[in-house]
T-cell receptor, first 118, second 111 residues
Framework: EAGVVQSPRYKIIEKKQPVAFWCNPI?????LYWYRQNLGQGPELLIRYENEEAVDDSQLPKDRFSAERLKGVDSTLKIQPAELGDSAVYLC????????????????FGAGTRLSVL | RKEVEQDPGPFNVPEGATVAFNCTYSNSASQSFFWYRQDCRKEPKLLMSVYSSGNEDGRFTAQLNRASQYISLLIRDSKLSDSATYLCVVYRYSSASKIIFGSGTRLSIRP
């Protein structure tokens, strides 16, 4: 079974430029998460989708960040314009959550996109 | 104060030793708990879920103490390959559901 696929793996941009990250979750996983991880910190949830619906975007800086998950499968996360403080690793994860199942929210992570803003 | 806190370490222990670390959470409505392992410059991977009655997986034992609001991870007979950062994760499933990762505890096993 293929894992969560993210691209690109690395991105270097200048501040004020736009940038986009792409995520393909594990087949059959209905929940998709975007996280940001700074050095020495744990992942911070930016947005969580259940199918096409964003059910938690409370931590997404909406002035410059946007995300979409069309058709409830792939997702893109965009930053426009990027700032120096956006340098981090952006992780995508997915999980299979079905009502009535005991084990929920076991998340599988992609390798991440390492963003450097100069 | 952070909602989920971990001792950042590093814990530096010899091979074969037993090591334990805790993760405290401040919101009593927290409902599900997990330990993830993250190797340097890699993605987090699930180590184990934490059940109310405690659970064991080989050399790893996880415990939940709801009264004192912490979870623990015990590693017995530690191996060099256990060197990693261990992240605890806390979930709340209320109307404003939350998923919160701790900052991680760094473990280094020496020969």
């Amino acid at each position: 079974e293929a894992g969560v696929v993210q691209s690109p793996r690395y991105k270097i941009i200048e501040k004020k430029q736009p940038v986009a990250f792409w995520c393909n979750p594990i087949s059959g996983h209905n929940t998709l998460y975007w996280y940001r991880q700074n050095l020495g910190q744990g992942p911070e949830l930016l947005i969580r989708y259940e199918n096409e619906e964003a059910v938690d975007d409370s931590q997404l800086p909406k002035d410059r960040f946007s995300a979409e998950r069309l058709k409830g499968v792939d997702s893109t996360l965009k930053i426009q314009p990027a700032e120096l403080g956006d340098s981090a690793v952006y992780l995508c994860a997915s999980s299979r959550d079905r009502k009535g199942e005991d084990v929920k929210n076991i998340q599988y992570f992609g390798a991440g996109t390492r963003l450097s803003v100069l | 104060r952070k909602e989920v806190e971990q001792d950042p370490g590093p814990f530096n222990v010899p091979e074969g030793a037993t090591v334990a670390f805790n993760c405290t959470y401040s919101n009593s409505a927290s409902q599900s708990f997990f330990w993830y392992r993250q190797d340097c410059r890699k993605e987090p991977k699930l180590l184990m879920s934490v059940y109310s009655s405690g659970n064991e997986d080989g050399r790893f034992t996880a415990q939940l103490n709801r009264a004192s609001q912490y979870i623990s991870l015990l590693i017995r007979d530690s191996k060099l390959s256990d060197s990693a950062t261990y992240l605890c994760v806390v979930y709340r499933y209320s109307s404003a559901s939350k998923i919160i990762f701790g900052s991680g505890t760094r473990l280094s096993i020496r020969p």
